[in-house]
Every structure is written in C-alpha cells, then in structure tokens.
C-alpha cells in the first residue's frame, strides 16, 4: 500500500527513547510566610490601657493637691450610706451611684488620694482597650491598635483620669455600649441587646448626660442601614434604658441651680467643638473610614468605623451646645468628654493609614509616631499633673490655716462652699470655731452645711478678737445675705493683719479694732 501522505509541517512521533530520571537534591524547607491581619487582639487591646494605666499612675497625687470638686466625693464618701441618701434629696442626686460606690472602695482600701482616684484610671484604661477593639472589629487590628493609642495620649482623657469623680467611669460605659451596639448588629443575640440596656443605663445613672451617645448611635444605624429586626431591638433596648434614668433625670431637675455657675458658650468654647467637628470629618476624609483588604472582621450593611465613629465625636458636643445656646447654659466639656472615643477611632485609622504607606508592617511607624506625640505634648502632660492645673486646691490652705490658727479663735467662710477645706482636713482646724454654722453638713444633708441668719453670724463675729477668713484667691460680689453681712463686719470692724494666697485660695488674718 502506498504510504500515507504528511502534509508539510506535521511532526512525526519521534521513537521511545528512554530518559533519564532526575535527580533529587534535598534543600532545607523554605519557611511559609503567612501574612497575618495585625497584633493579636489581646495585645490590640492591652497595648493602650498599659500606656493609660502608667499615664494615669505617673504624678497620681499631683503634687499632694486635691480640688474642689474631689473634695466634695471626699467629704460625701466619708458618711455613711444613709447619711449619702439623705444628701441626695438636697444636692448631686446625679452622682449618687457614684458617691455610694467611691464611699464601699473608702471602707476597702481606705481613703487616700490614690483609692480616690485609681478607679478612675482604670476606667479610662478600660475605655482605651474598648476603643481599641472597636476599632479592631472595623477596620482592623492595626487601625484599632492606633486608636487605643491615640486615646491614651489625648489631653483630656488624661485629665478626667486623675480626678477623683465619675466622668472617666461614664466614658467606659459609654465605649462598652458602643463596643456592643456593633457586636449586637453583627449577631444580634437576644443577651447582646440586653447588655446594650444594662450597660446604657449604667452610664445615665452615673451621669445621664451619657444619653447623648444614644443620639450619636441612632445616626449610625441610620448610616448604616441595617436589617429592620437591628433596628427594633435597638429602639427597645435604647427606650428601656431611658425609662430605667428618667426618675433620676427628674429628680436632678428639682435641683438645677447645682448647674446656675455654667455660663453660656464662650466663643473660644465654640472654636474648640468646631475644631473638634473638622478634625474628625477631616480624618474620615482623609481615611475614608476603608475596610482592611479581605473579608472584613464585621460586614454589616454599610457599617464602618467612620459611621460608628463621627456620629460619636459629634453629636453630643453639637447637641448640648445647641441646647446651650438656645435654652439653658449646660456645654461642659467633661459632660461629654466621651466623645473623645469617636475622635480617638478616627485618628488611630488616619494614623495607621500613614504608617501602612511607609511600610507593610507598621510596628515601626506607629510605634515612632506614639513616641513623638507623648514627647510633643510632654509640657501639657507635665501641668496637667501639677497642683495648678487645677482651679483650687483644699489642701494647701491646710498648712496655713495650721500656722495662722494660734492667733485666730475662730474662721468664717466666704462663700461658704469653702468650708470644704476644713471638711476635707479637720485636724488644720482644731481649735478654730466655725462661729457662722448653724447645722453641719453631714446633719442637715447638705455638702456645706445650713449658716445661721445674717443677724446671728454678726453678732457671733463681732465678739471675736481674731478671726482667720478662707475665701478665693480672686475676690468676687457675695450672692447672698450671710456673705455680705460678713463682708460688712469685717470692713468695719476689723482691720487685716496678713493675707497668704495658696494655689486658688486666700487666708486672711483679721483683728478687731479697738
């Protein structure tokens, strides 16, 4: 048979030819890299309530000062339980919680300016830690590891956690309920929910101006859209939580002149919110509030950092300003200093997208960037922890009056709100009648104590050969009777022998003429 015809170009199966088989050379295990999403949760979280808890110890005592707002938790917590009940239908009904909790940690650990202002610290530690999570679960561990950081170098936070009253206990609740509103819209659970109620209401009983961040919470739902079943369970936990505060809010109504010394906004305390306002926009501009790449820890509706967190650096501040300005002077900072978690998100995400562009892994940049803003604002964390970043201080009137009272038989007080000094420190006053004082605090459930008339105080005075007078540094008009029958008195009748200025207070020797 003829053979069959190859058409040009097609190849023939070349013949078997056997191969040789290669050989094998063995070489050491190349490592398998996996790129992993950040630091470990526990140490996104452990990081930045380390720094706050050494921020907050590092001149815990301030320089052995004590102002006059913790002086009123340190007379408070020193009565007893039904002594604290009875001075709640008179005054601070808002800080009962507080002031029974502070005066248990008194009877544990006993008083001292460290138990008065330790839990402080570790609430505000605990809020660092939450805003760390919660800026882990949106935008991931890197991002969330800046904000802890940030938030424990902002100024104010470091404030509020050296002083011995409820406002840094109010940012913790208000960072766990943030926390758990963003776990509940992930799954939703029954027992999350409840928590977010819990947890609402714990913060409106410590302070109840902690219901802003509900406001700030409905606009991230809105921003985010969720599913309506979110939304209902929302609105059920949140309007249980407000009916549980709504007697305390009415209560603390019978009792607004505690709120008569705000004064209406100034314009450098508009500045300061607007600056606030642009700096967080900016940075979720800048940041655009992206999820990490990958699957997001959470995808929920359009749920980000920037939905969670703008409407909580915002919408408290404008609201009470807004109500400031249009009904009633309430706008003080540390009402809403919560809204330093928003802030502190949105900066630890603009901080760690810098570092991203400088590096794939950015231990290095943001650990840099921590360093230069604690070395930055080393002079403000410094004042902070003096005795003069304070308006007062109780105690160093103390050692003066302990000097002075060997030639003064008695001590008048102007206003009378300066009689904490002696309450704080009892022993400076041995020996010094308080001739003006009718009831004492503790009996007549008052912070200050009831005075006698005008009348009676003069004539108590007038009796007097020495008289040593605590009052403040600067002089103001006297707002009632008494302080004015006392100013009288004194002009007329006695002449001054020494006057020494401690830290926001003035000590005033007084002799009687003639």
């Not at 027992?191 to 209401?201: E, G």
């Not at 059920?236 to 007697?247: F, H, R």
């Not at 004194?490 to 020797?509: A, C, M, P």
Request: proline share 7%.
């Amino acid at each position: 048979m003829p053979s069959p015809m190859v058409s040009p170009g097609t190849l023939l199966d070349p013949p078997h030819v056997a191969t040789p088989r290669p050989r094998v050379v063995l070489r050491p295990p190349v490592p398998l890299r996996i790129t992993r999403p950040g630091p470990s949760r526990a140490l996104t979280a452990a990081a930045p309530a380390g720094l706050v808890l050494a921020l907050g110890l590092w001149g815990i005592t301030r320089q052995n000062s004590m102002w006059r707002d913790e002086a009123a938790t340190w007379q408070v917590t020193h009565r007893s339980l039904p002594e604290i009940w009875q001075l709640l239908g008179h005054v601070d009904v808002v800080h009962g919680l507080y002031y029974a909790f502070m005066h248990m940690v008194f009877e544990v650990f006993g008083d001292s300016l460290l138990t008065l202002r330790l839990p402080s610290v570790l609430a505000m530690a605990g809020s660092a830690a939450l805003a760390a999570d919660l800026g882990a679960r949106l935008a991931g561990r890197w991002s969330g590891l800046g904000a802890g950081l940030a938030f424990a170098l902002l100024p104010t936070p470091q404030v509020y956690a050296q002083e011995g009253r409820p406002y840094a206990m109010v940012t913790a609740t208000v960072a766990l309920a943030s926390w758990l509103l963003v776990a509940a819209m992930h799954g939703s659970r029954a027992r999350i929910w409840s928590a977010y109620a819990v947890v609402v209401l714990l913060g409106a009983l410590l302070n109840w101006f902690s219901l802003l961040a509900l406001l700030a919470h409905a606009v991230t739902l809105t921003l985010a859209r969720p599913h309506r079943t979110i939304r209902v369970r929302w609105l059920l936990a949140a309007g249980t939580a407000v009916l549980g505060a709504l007697p305390l809010v009415l209560a603390s109504q019978g009792q607004s002149r505690q709120v008569s010394w705000i004064r209406p906004p100034t314009p450098g305390t508009m500045c300061l919110v607007a600056a606030t306002v642009l700096v967080a926009g900016g940075c979720a501009l800048l940041r655009r509030a992206r999820k990490p790449a990958g699957p997001a820890p959470l995808a929920v509706g359009k749920l980000s950092l920037a939905a969670v967190a703008v409407p909580l650096c915002v919408v408290p501040q404008v609201m009470l300003l807004a109500v400031s300005l249009t009904w009633r002077p309430l706008y003080v900072d540390r009402y809403v200093l919560f809204a330093q978690i928003g802030l502190a998100l949105l900066l630890g995400a603009l901080i760690t997208a810098l570092a991203r562009s400088l590096s794939t892994r950015p231990t290095v940049p943001l650990a840099a960037v921590t360093a230069l803003a604690f070395l930055a604002l080393l002079p403000v964390e410094q004042h902070l922890r003096s005795a003069d970043s304070r308006v007062d201080d109780v105690l160093a009137v103390a050692t003066v009056v302990d000097a002075a009272r060997g030639q003064g038989g008695a001590v008048v007080f102007i206003p009378s709100a300066r009689r904490d000094t002696a309450l704080v420190t009892p022993g400076a006053f041995v020996g010094l009648r308080d001739i003006a004082l009718d009831r004492s605090p503790a009996a007549s459930g008052t912070l200050h104590g009831i005075e006698s008339d005008p009348d009676t105080t003069a004539r108590a005075m007038l009796r007097e050969r020495h008289i040593v007078l605590i009052s403040d540094a600067e002089t103001h008009p006297a707002h009632n009777a008494r302080d004015r029958a006392k100013q009288r008195v004194l002009r007329e009748h006695f002449v001054k022998r020494s006057t020494t200025i401690r830290r926001g207070r003035s000590i005033t020797l007084y002799e009687r003429i003639g």
